[in-house]
């Protein structure tokens, strides 16, 4: 696992930002998988400025939803899909038709959820998984006690994770309590997985994840089984880091034809 401490969350888009462009500009037509919620807004920025200046085209790229809510029509502003449509459809080339999510209208839940993981692997797998940790060090949806080896199906939210996402919504009574999201085993089978968490609220989760032991009561931990893990964190989200000299270290002096 590589682990950058950058300055800021604008430092870490630009960072991943390149690295999207990166394997885009080898493979244009990648397969990207793509987290909500507010620490990859600042990738998408990114992405939107580059394609802005004619450096990036996202016009043959696929890309799978980590998670989305149950029970929110797909037209809400905090559904996932509208989330991604806004801070990332609409600034750049990607086609709405090139995006999907699991299919949370569904009647048959379970069925949508295997339809699922059918289509990300006939798409080829996901080459960049972007993801977020949440506050009790969840990725996806993967509450504490998640299976290491679960596929996509559907979870219930902590109170925790409920009252983390409350911000998003009028009250916390509106926040749903299920969700279908991409299981570990699922997230551990992209190609690559970059986990961005800015702010002190996110070190304990951080720390446990990149340090801990491997273990379901932090999902988080399971990229540690991953042979290209890449974790984003500006230093407040690295202050609980043990190793934190060493991974500056690291990063000021890796080769640069090594990239991310
Ligand atoms: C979102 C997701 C979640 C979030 C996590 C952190 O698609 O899967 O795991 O990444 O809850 O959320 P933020 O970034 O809002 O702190």
New binding site residues.
């Given amino acids: 696992m590589e682990v950058v401490i950058v300055d800021g969350p604008d430092e870490a888009g630009i960072l991943v930002g390149g690295a999207v462009a990166a394997l885009v500009d080898a493979t244009p037509t990648a397969v990207l998988g793509?987290?909500?919620?507010?620490?990859?807004v600042v990738v998408y920025r990114d992405l939107a400025r580059r394609h802005v200046a004619g450096d990036l085209s996202l016009a043959r790229v696929q890309a799978f939803?980590?998670?989305e809510y149950v029970g929110l029509p797909p037209d809400h502003p905090q559904s996932?899909r509208s989330f991604i449509a806004r801070e990332l459809e609409a600034r750049v080339d990607l086609a709405d038709a090139a995006v999907q999510a699991p299919d949370i209208q569904s009647d048959d839940l379970v069925a949508a959820c295997a339809a699922y993981e059918r289509e990300i692997a006939a798409a080829g797998g996901v080459d960049l998984q972007l993801?977020?940790?949440?506050t009790d060090g969840?990725?996806?949806?993967n509450e504490p006690g998640s299976s290491l080896a679960s596929r996509t199906r559907i979870k219930t939210l902590t109170d925790q994770?409920r009252r983390?996402?409350a911000r998003f919504f009028a009250s916390l009574d509106e926040v749903p309590r299920h969700v279908v999201?991409q299981g570990v085993g699922t997230i551990l089978e992209a190609r690559h997985l970059v986990l961005?968490?800015f702010g002190a609220a996110?070190a304990a989760a951080v720390a446990a994840a990149v340090e801990g032991p491997v273990t379901a009561m932090v999902p988080g931990s399971a990229l540690q089984l991953h042979p290209h893990a890449t974790v984003v964190v500006d230093e407040p989200a690295a202050a609980g880091l043990h190793l934190a000299g060493y991974y500056r270290e690291t990063w000021a002096h890796k080769p640069s034809w090594q990239g991310l």
């Fill in positions: 793509l987290a909500t919620g507010s620490s990859p939803l980590l998670d996932y993801l977020g940790i949440g969840h990725i996806g949806f994770t983390d996402n999201t961005l968490a996110k």
